[in-house]
């Protein structure tokens, strides 16, 4: 369950980003506050795709350590 949530805030983070990038194409005065913005989200999405993908190395190796 907790994998499906973390994958979700994922897609959730790069969508905000996506939509911060689209807004800055129309947007030219706040162009670059709204690239960081998009910047923000997409370090967030991979934070945690690293943080979960870290947690299924460390299950796979423990299930392998004690096969």
């Known amino acids: 369950m907790s994998g499906n949530a973390d994958l979700e ?21 706040q162009r670059w506050t709204l690239l960081a913005q998009a910047y923000e989200y997409e370090r967030l999405a991979m934070t945690e795709l690293e943080a979960q993908l870290t947690g299924y190395d460390s299950a796979s190796w423990n299930v392998a350590a004690t096969a």
């Open 9 to 29: 805030n994922v897609r959730r983070y790069r969508t905000i980003a996506s939509l911060y990038r689209q807004t800055a194409a129309f947007r030219p005065a």
